[in-house]
C-alpha cells in the first residue's frame, strides 16, 4: 500500500512541476539550408488514427495522420526546451500509472473478498486540482520575481538620469 501512495504522490508532484504534454504528441524536426546554412526547427505534432478505405472492401489497418499543434522554434527556444520537459514529464506519469494499476491488480487479487472503490473519480480529481494550485502558486511566485527584477530595473535606470536643464 505504501508504494501505491508513493507512486500517486510523485505523479502529483510531477504534474506539479509544469505543464503535462498530451497523449500521442511528439517533437518533429525540420531542417532547412538558407545561403548555405542548415538551420533545424522543431514543432509539436499530434498523431491520430483513421481508418483507410479501400474500393470495395474495408482495410482492417487504421492509417495513422499527424496534425502539426504548435510551432517550438529552435534547440534554444524556451517553447522546445519545455516541452522535452513537458514529454518527458507525460511519459513518466503513464509509466507510473502502469505500475500504479499492476499493483493495483496485485493487491485485488490478493484480497479474497472484493472491495468496493473509495471514489476514484473524486480522487482523482482532487490530486489534479491540487496540481493546478501547486501550478498556479508557482507561476504567481514566479510573475512576483520578474516583478522584483523589473522594479529593480526601472529604480537602477531612474537613478542613473540627471535631472535635465533648460
Known amino acids: 500500500m505504501v ?3 508513493a507512486i500517486k504522490a510523485r505523479i502529483a508532484q510531477l504534474r506539479a512541476q509544469g505543464m ?3 497523449p500521442h504528441t511528439w517533437i518533429s524536426a525540420t ?4 545561403k548555405g546554412k542548415k538551420y533545424t526547427y522543431y514543432r509539436l505534432l499530434k498523431g491520430f488514427r483513421v481508418k483507410s478505405e479501400k474500393e470495395g472492401e474495408q482495410c482492417q489497418k487504421k492509417k495513422l495522420l499527424t496534425k502539426m499543434v504548435q510551432y517550438l ?3 534554444n527556444s524556451t517553447a522546445y526546451k519545455e516541452m522535452v520537459k513537458a514529454i518527458a514529464r507525460r511519459n513518466e506519469i503513464q509509466r507510473l500509472l502502469k505500475r500504479l494499476e499492476t499493483l493495483e491488480k496485485q493487491v485485488n487479487a490478493d484480497n479474497s473478498q472484493p472491495r468496493k472503490a473509495r471514489q476514484p473519480v473524486l480522487t482523482t480529481l ?3 486540482l491540487m496540481a493546478k494550485f501547486e501550478q498556479l502558486q508557482e507561476e504567481i511566485l514566479n510573475v512576483k520575481m520578474e516583478l522584483e527584477e523589473y522594479k529593480k530595473l526601472v529604480k537602477s535606470v531612474t537613478s542613473h538620469q540627471s ?4
Open 3 to 5: 508504494n501505491q501512495l
Open 20 to 22: 503535462v504534454a498530451e
Open 31 to 34: 531542417s532547412v539550408t538558407k
Open 73 to 75: 522554434g529552435t534547440a
Open 126 to 128: 482532487v490530486m489534479e
Open 163 to 166: 535631472p535635465v536643464t533648460s
